[in-house]
């Protein structure tokens, strides 16, 4: 069992910067894919970005490429999502997930572990 934690939501204005967090128990952190994923009321969870176990692949949504950066530190068990060039649209509940590493590394269902979110809001 993975337990995850996110930290680093908040109020921030469009243009502004956020870094995001996501500390995991796991003492074998490093042998998981890992993934952002954001969600607004009424709407999928839709993928933001992942990264391989070692770091040296990143994949990203369209919506996010070139603004969003996902990073992890295998040391420290925790994933990060530096967010710039914040956008109203943005504003969702952002969540972390662990998973195997099965393709495609978007669907939600190749995650087996979840933390349970920190809101961001981006005002205009």
């Known amino acids: 069992q993975v337990h995850l934690v996110e930290s680093g939501g908040g109020l921030v204005q469009a243009g502004g910067s956020l870094r995001l967090s996501c500390a995991a128990s796991?003492?074998?952190?490093?042998?998981?894919?890992m993934g952002w994923f954001r969600q607004v009321p009424g709407k999928e969870r839709e993928f933001v970005a992942a990264i391989s176990r070692g770091g040296g692949s990143t994949y990203y949504a369209d919506s996010v490429k070139g603004r969003f950066t996902i990073s992890r530190d295998n040391a420290k068990n925790t994933v990060y999502l530096q967010m710039n060039s914040l956008k109203p649209e943005d504003t969702a509940v952002y969540c972390c997930?662990?998973?195997?590493?099965?393709?495609?590394?978007?669907?939600?269902?190749?995650?087996?572990?979840w933390g349970q979110g920190t809101q961001v809001t981006v005002s205009a």
């Open positions: 997930a662990a998973g195997a590493g099965l393709y495609p590394l978007s669907n939600t269902q190749r995650y087996n572990y």
């Open positions: 796991e003492r074998t952190f490093s042998s998981y894919v």
